[in-house]
Nanobody, 116 residues
């Protein structure tokens, strides 16, 4: 089973992008899905996550600008990114976390580039 991401690209500061991630098959026991990002020379960091379909968490740097939706009902998660800043430039990775065996699934990553 793979997580397939789409929607990355290049945009000017202030613009918007939407990322979508879908599991290629059935993953049993997913309780949290989320988006992480990794900029050059930096550690991978959590951007946003959703547990179930309603309990969301955001990094302070994206609160009010990014919105996560979807969740474990159909193992699809989207990230609507608005008011993008050059600091948001990174490779974005989708994650699905299985609660009963603590296994993590990762997407291949999608590049988001924001120019000033």
């Amino acid at each position: 089973v793979q997580l397939v991401e789409s929607g990355g690209g290049s945009v000017q500061a202030g613009g918007s992008l939407r990322l979508t991630c879908t599991a290629s098959g059935t993953i049993f026991g997913v309780n949290t899905m989320g988006w992480y990002r990794q900029a050059p020379g930096k550690q991978r960091e959590l951007v946003a996550s959703v547990t179930g379909v309603e309990s969301t968490k955001y990094a302070d740097s994206v609160k009010g600008r990014f919105t996560i939706s979807g969740g474990n009902t159909n193992n699809t998660v989207s990230l609507q990114m608005s008011s993008l800043e050059p600091e948001d430039t990174a490779v974005y990775y989708c994650n699905a976390h299985v609660g009963y065996n603590l296994r993590d699934y990762w997407g291949q990553g999608t590049q988001v580039t924001v120019s000033s």
